[in-house]
Structure formats: C-alpha cells, structure tokens
C-alpha cells in the first residue's frame, strides 16, 4: 500500500480509491455497460465489488454533500465504462477484500485534484478608523488596556514583506531570506516583498497605524519575518524559516501557507514547536469543504478558517472531519478572511480573500494574550481562544468548528 | 550507538525514491528533506542535540559510502535537517536508525497559499 494512502486511511478512516477492472471481467459485461460513457452508479454484475465501498461521514463526498446542503447523499462508488475502473471511498478493510476479489486488476489511491484558484486582490481604500477584521474580533478593547502586543515577537513566513511600507515602519525585528536547502542568505536584504502576499499578512499581524487608521491585531508587536515561499518554493525553505524564527525567540507562528493534503513529517514538527513554548497558528486552505492542507490540519496547530463581515464562513473555506480523538475537526475557529483590507507592497492597501487573510487575525490575538498574561503557556493561550469563540447562528460546526472568537472572552478566560 | 539497517525503515516519501532512481541512472546529485526520530529522554531535543545527532548520523553515511555531502543545512530548533548529495549518500542516510521520515526537498510536494 502506498504510504500516501496509509496516511489518508489513518487520518479518515477512508481513502478515495480507484479499483481497475480485469480485461477479463470488463469482458464479461454486456456490451451496452461497457459502450456508455460518464460516470454511473455501479451496474449490477460489479455489485459484489460495489459493497466493498462505502459512504463514509469522514470521506470527501459525504463532507461535500453535508455543506451544499444536498439532499440525497452520493453513490458511494461511480463506475466508468470508458475507463473500465470503480472510483470510490473505502476503509483499510474495504481495500483488503478489493484487492483479494476476483476481476480486480489493481487497487490504487485516488489523488484529490483541486483547481488553482486566483486569489481575489481588489484595490481598497482604507476609509474606517478599523478595519471590519478587527472591529469582528474587538482587539481594540485589549487595546485601551494596554494590551497591544508589546514585547511579544511573531514569526511570520510568507513571500517577504515590505519594510518601508508606512503600516510596517519599525514592525520587523528581523529578516531572513532563506536559500533552496534552507539556510539564511547572507548578506541579509533589506525587508522586502517578492509578491504582496506577505506585506498584507504582516500588515494584519503589527500594522501600526496610518492617520488614525489600523489594519493590525498587534499594533506593537514586532516580526521576524521570512522569505520561504515564491516561484520555485522547497520544503527546505520553509523549514529553514521555521527554525530560524524559533531561534529568533518567537511565540507565535503564522503561516498562510501549506501543503496540500495530509503530510505526516511535519506533525512532530507541530508538536516540537509547542514543546518549545511557539503557539503554531496555521491557515487550514482554501479547497473547500472535505479538504484541508498540512500542517494546518494537525491536532498539534491551531488551524484558521475564513468568514465574512456576515460571520458566514467562506465558501472557498477548506474544513475536513479526521478519525481522530483529539480535535477531530479542522480548522479549529474561523476569523476574518473575506475582503481584508490590508497594507499593499510601495504603499496603500489592497482587499484580499484567503484562510491566509484570517491566519494574521488569531496570531495577531494570541500575542495580544501574551503581553497580558506572559506566564500562560502556549496550551492555555490556545484554550482561551477556543473558549472566546461563539458559533454564529445558522453555521455549523463541521465548517466553523468552534466559531469565531473573540478578544475580550479570550482574556476574561486567562483572569 | 546506532547502525545503519539493512533496508529503510524511515518514513520515505514516494517522490523521494522516484527521485533517487532518477538520480541514479543519470548519476547526479539530490536534495532531501530528513526529519530525526526523538530520542528516549523526557523532553524536546535541544539544538545542541539536533547538531550532534546529525553529525554522527553524516559521519556514519561517510564510513559507510566513503563520499560526503555537497551541502548540508541543520535546522537545530527543529530535529531535522536537509542535504544535498549523491543518491548513494542519501540511501545511506535512509537506512539510519535515527531517521524518521524523508521526503524529497522539491517537486509535487511544493507548498501553496
């Protein structure tokens, strides 16, 4: 068995697989069910195969059917005449008989394949004293304590971020441009941006303010801040952004980025960072329902899904169930990642969309948590987190899990 | 003290093995990404322990290939590090009992926004 699909099995319970039809069986079927064309619910004779498969509640299909409201759920296995082959969910038992029943040829993992979707960038104007952001998760009332984030560093790994920007003027501690083996590039560039990307995280994360004006969660809290990701990215880099920012003395890491999929290798990462006092606050994707990215969907990351100024979670939100005990569903809360306007690489501001967008607010939060109680530990300031959150009405928690949290519950909870 | 094995135990991505084959019939140099197994003592592993884990673990692949990494980069807060070497080198590597988990440094696997 693939480890990819040992590692699907372990994580849901189920895998989509492709069964592919003996020459002999295919054959064997009447002609009119070998000749139609499209996908179609299993014919008779491939019955026995058929209810090896099944409708799992953690499987893709099943997670996709429950968030568009469907009103029938799927078939749990599709036939396709032209292809000669059985594409479905099934358990590690279910692929077992597969594999050892008579017409199969080959029993494999089915690659989920998603579109590349653009990103929505929209020129903005900043017209409000607060942006919608943070009006939703009232940082500001931290704020008129004192509780601005001062003091706590934040590791933020994007494509860079532009350091003269006036929102980010004396908000980066330090940068690093990491290399394709992951080593810091020496001399250290002045901060920059290889695309905007970065610029609206960070901006989201320490923006000072610009004529009365914020865009960020932690108006004085500072960056170490990295290069990891553009055109040509490597898993090298970003590990090497990692390790560099723990070294720096960072509590909290943001990262808007992920892998696609389940990856196990950087679970004890997660976990190694937690162990090193980092809260990982990590994006969850924006696949959709029934998918999420690595390392977001750890139990070991507080993962961050995206809603709008409605607190509906947004449509392009990834979120998944795992056959799991422990926080079983991702992301763990969903924040503001509709239309956020942040700071623009050269100057001004731009709307984007994205579980990136989101990804800042809750870092953002958590330093604000820290500056006020700095002897909680990472797994209290995610607990009081969680413990803010209110499900809106009408959301449900297989999409939202515990909902949107909140900055004033959030401290009320570490009192 | 640990030995190499016979056969890899580790966790080895599929695209880290294409990729040593490719590397092997074009007899050329790879990148991978290698994550250490935690040891027996209660605890996070301290940098120090990450350094020196690595460098016995290259010192090992070296007596055992006669060859050297062409560029080694430890990632000290994290238990892991990535290489870039021959893929004799790198099997080597695999079959460390210190291993974990090993995944190719480029390719498929690229994380996205």
């Known amino acids: 068995m693939s480890r990819i699909l040992d590692q699907e099995l372990t994580a849901h319970g189920v895998a989509q697989v492709i069964v592919f039809l003996s020459p002999a069986l295919r054959c064997s079927l009447p002609r009119r069910l070998r000749a139609a064309s499209g996908a179609q619910r299993a014919p008779r004779p ?24 469907a009103p029938a759920e799927p078939p749990a296995v599709r036939y396709y005449p032209q292809l000669g082959i059985l594409l479905g969910e099934a358990t590690r038992a279910g692929i077992a008989r597969l594999r050892a029943s008579a017409g199969v040829e080959r029993v494999a993992g089915a690659p989920s394949l998603s579109l590349i979707r653009p990103r929505r960038r ?13 009006r939703a998760l009232q940082a500001d009332r931290l704020w008129r304590d004192g509780w601005t984030g001062r003091g706590v560093l934040i590791g933020h790994l994007d494509t860079g971020v532009d350091g003269s ?3 980010l003027r004396g908000a980066i501690e ?9 080593r810091v590039v020496a001399p250290t560039p002045a901060p920059y941006d290889t695309e905007d990307h970065g610029t609206h995280t960070a901006a989201t994360l320490v923006g000072r303010p610009v004529g009365g004006r914020h865009v960020g969660v932690a108006p004085d809290a500072r960056l170490a801040s990295a290069i990891v990701i553009e055109g040509g990215d490597v898993v090298a880099r970003v590990l090497g952004g990692m390790d560099w920012a723990v070294g720096r003395g960072v509590r909290v890491l943001s990262l808007s980025l992920g ?11 997660t976990a190694l960072l937690r162990e090193r006092g980092v809260l990982p606050v990590f994006a969850v994707g924006n696949e959709g329902p029934g998918t999420s990215r690595s390392p977001g969907n750890y139990a070991e990351a507080l993962s961050v899904g995206a809603h709008d100024r409605e607190r509906r979670v947004a449509h392009f939100s990834s979120s998944q169930r795992f056959a799991r005990a422990r926080d079983a569903i991702v992301p763990d809360l969903v924040a503001p990642g509709v239309e956020v306007v942040s700071a623009k690489p050269g100057g001004g501001y731009q709307a984007m969309d994205g579980s990136s967008m989101a990804t800042p607010h809750v870092a953002g939060l958590a330093a604000l948590l ?10 209290e300031i995610e607990a009081a987190l969680f413990a803010s959150c209110r499900l809106p009405d009408g959301v449900s928690p297989e999409r939202a899990h515990r909902g949107v949290p909140n900055a004033a519950r959030a401290l009320a909870a570490l009192s | 003290m640990s030995q190499p094995r016979d056969e890899a135990s580790a966790q080895v991505d599929p695209s880290l093995l294409r990729e040593l084959e490719d590397a092997e019939r074009a007899a050329r140099p790879l990148e991978a990404v290698v994550f250490l197994r935690r040891g027996e003592a209660a605890g996070a592993p301290t940098p120090d322990q990450t350094e020196r884990a690595v460098a016995k673990l290259l010192r090992s692949a070296e007596r055992d290939t006669g060859e050297r990494a062409a560029a080694v980069s430890v990632f000290r807060n994290l238990h892991s590090f990535a290489l870039a070497a021959s893929p004799s080198f790198i099997r080597s590597v695999l079959r460390d009992e210190r291993v974990a988990s090993a995944r190719s440094n480029r390719g498929a696997s690229a994380p996205d926004r």
Do not use: I
């Open chain 1, 46 to 69: 491939l019955a026995p195969l058929a209810r090896h498969f099944v409708r799992h509640p953690h499987g893709q299909a099943a997670q996709l059917a429950r968030a568009a409201c």
């Open chain 1, 122 to 134: 929209a020129p903005a104007r900043l017209a409000t004293t607060f942006t919608w952001g943070l």
């Open chain 1, 165 to 167: 920007h006036l929102a």
């Open chain 1, 174 to 182: 330090s940068f690093a441009e990491l290399d394709d083996l992951g």
């Open chain 1, 259 to 269: 892998f696609r999929g389940w990856w196990e290798d950087f679970r004890a990462l």
């Open chain 1, 370 to 379: 820290m500056q006020a109680r700095p002897q909680r530990s990472v797994d």
